[in-house]
């Protein structure tokens, strides 16, 4: 039906095809199809809400404006937790070689000063 809305569902369960809920949801089901739709439903509390929620939806057109910006508002989520973890890892790799450098550095200077001082 809708790729966007596709889209969202597309991890979303594992025990039924998304493809499907989205026929049960436009009535393009037959019965039996339908019947195992609600079957499912019944079974998973969350699942049977969550296409409440979208039955109430009159219009494909809100549908689908309601779906773009979730998408919208994914992506730009999405983007922006992979700038601040891209950023984080820019900002703490110096101190990490830094800190490196003078613990081997230290450790080092131990050695030199616990072979000199074994030495006398």
Known sequence: ???NLLNILSNSNKDID???LMDYLSGQLPEKEKQEVEQWMAEND???EAMEGLQQFKKPRDLQTYVDALHKDLNKHLQEKKKRREKRKIKESPWIYLTLFILLLLVVLAYV???KLGGQ
């Open 1 to 3: 039906m809708n790729n």
């Open 18 to 20: 998304n493809q499907k």
């Open 46 to 48: 969350f699942s049977d």
């Open 113 to 115: 000063v616990i072979k």
